[in-house]
């Protein structure tokens, strides 16, 4: 809008190139960029004129309103990051985690009120929406449901009713708002229609997708049942732990309706001490606390996992370290399957944190992360303190945190962390507790700083890569063509991700034989295009384009370049010819690239990438460097081979 007007747009590329503007408000987009997302196919050889062409045009349309930047090789939007309804509703969302219920109610209905059907449905290109879209989906499905856990504790169960009969009767196969849509309807005196819809989900999953319902939407029909109550938490005050974006349980996870609270076992805080919530008072209140409520948040862990042996065995063998560290970080690349290891071990050992598990998605490489002052928040409702008794600062939150796992045996997971300081407030500090980070990074801080134990999670050995594609397609299938199986295995990397995905598209098409699609993927201009789901988080590229997109501007333009040799593996002075940068800074980026596990340093230091990362890597030398950067740095390349020979590179 410009002044109240509504700017027309058009439904051609003029829009495409606004939208990439737009969704990242206040950032360089260099051109090369604006070109990959623009064009769903090879761009022609006057893309770069056709997007300057509509810059310009932009440019006119938003005087007064906005300004567009010309930044070195690309474009920015100059703008308030909250006139873009994305940054609002997450600006919105975010403030509703740590409201109170009246209140987030309110943030979150003017949050959910800022759609308009569905994400960039009207901007042409499917990659584009694909890479812009990524997660906006889920954030909005979680705001529901954070949302229907506020009405549950209100007992507005009525208004909440009719939000998710409108949002399912469009889609029907969601569990999760499926289960809280069930609890309203019983908590509202209507069991057999709750009932009902169970039955009815059941029979569009077995229909659709050939699958049951999955273990929250199971516990809650057999709440239902029973006839447990299956409305507000445990104590009157207190909010949902907070289902933000990937913030942890689904509805119905955790522990079940009408659920009896669980002791702690071991004693709290000393009598006389100075801990914010002490036994005797914890509230404030005069009387004698309350049992903590039982606390279950680990999400579902997968029904055919396979493989990570070696992995599972050296976790087990943290527990028996003396003395056990407090911490373990499972590091590796995006795409491994650390979530899926995690929540997998933690479920298997669940008897060993007998006081209960917390979960918490941080979103690390995402924007924006997850605040550790707003995942304490969650935590903190979680273990049973009143909204009014959360702290504000961050440092006494995570004190009150801590004295209240003081003496107990839980175990905290927490997924998908950025950076130490990210994760470092949500640690344990009590012998009993043990927490589990996942990142992409190696978070040497927590390592080196707080004593944790790192573990490496990296690509499947090729018989646990053949085995997740025989559970998922039948062994029949697999063992039918084995040598394009295993070669399917390899042009995936081993990589559980694109394993996934080759395995989804299979599914779908059980006309296709295994070498067919394995010759698909022989093209590497179309392999990455291929690993790709209908769900825009679902990409081997989506993927690495998280990594990529949170390294340094040195590193990144070195990743780039790294495009440009061929082969898996590269030497230190190759790199450094490649960059035409001093050595002391190549070691620096591409000690940041191993960090983030884009590169793999070797004993006799060289690099090694696999090759869908190198894939990567040549597209994105392709769009973003001119081609005199990239005829520069070839000729740096041929001058070093010229003069040290082929076996330096």
Known sequence: MNNGRLLSLGTGRLRTVAAILISEVNQVIPVGRMIDLAWDTDPPARARGVVHNHVHRLRRLLVGQAEIATRGQ??????????????????????AHEAEPRTAVAKLRQALGLWRGEAL???????????????????RVAALQELGARLLLLGRYGELITELMA???????????????????????????????FHRTRRHLKDQLGIDPGPALRETYLAVLDGKPAGAPPFAGRTSAGHGPGSGPRPGSGPGPGSAPRPRSGPGPASGTAAPYGPTDPYGSGHPPAPPPAVAQLPPRIADFCGRVRETVALDQQ??????????????????????????????HKDEFPDGQLFADLRGFERPPMRPATVLAMFLRALGVPEARIPEPLAERSALYRALLAGRRMLVVLDNAGTAEQARPLLPATPGCLAVVTSRRRLSGLVVRDGAALLTVGPFTAEDALELLGNALGRSRVAADRDAARALVER???LPLALRIAAARLMAHPDWSLGHWTAKLADERRRLRELSAHDADLAVEASLYLSYRALSSGAARLFRLLGLHPGPD?????????????????????????DAHLVEEQAQGSYVRTDLVRIYAEQRVAVEETPTERDLARQRLRDHTARYGPGRC
Do not use: I
């Not at 449905?121 to 889920?138: H, K, M, S, Y």
């Not at 590269?570 to 191993?594: C, F, I, N």
């Open 492 to 494: 995936c990397d081993r």
């Open 570 to 594: 590269v030497d230190v002075p190759t790199a450094v010819a490649l960059a035409g940068r001093d050595p002391e800074r190549t070691h620096r980026h591409l000690a940041e690239l191993g």
């Open 74 to 95: 690309g474009y920015a939007l100059l703008a308030d990051p909250c006139a873009v309804d994305v940054n609002r509703f997450r600006y919105l969302v975010s403030g």
């Open 167 to 197: 949002w399912l009767a469009e889609h029907p196969l969601h569990e999760e708002l499926t289960a809280l849509l069930m609890r309203a309807l019983q908590a509202s005196g209507r069991q057999a229609e709750a009932l009902d819809h």
């Open 319 to 348: 527990l028996d370290r003396l003395p056990r560290p407090d911490c373990v970080v499972l590091t590796g690349a995006g795409g491994t399957g650390k979530t899926t290891l995690a929540v997998h071990w933690a479920h298997s």
């Open 121 to 139: 449905a009207d901007v042409p290109g499917e990659r584009v929406r694909r890479a812009l879209g990524a997660g906006l989906t889920q954030a």
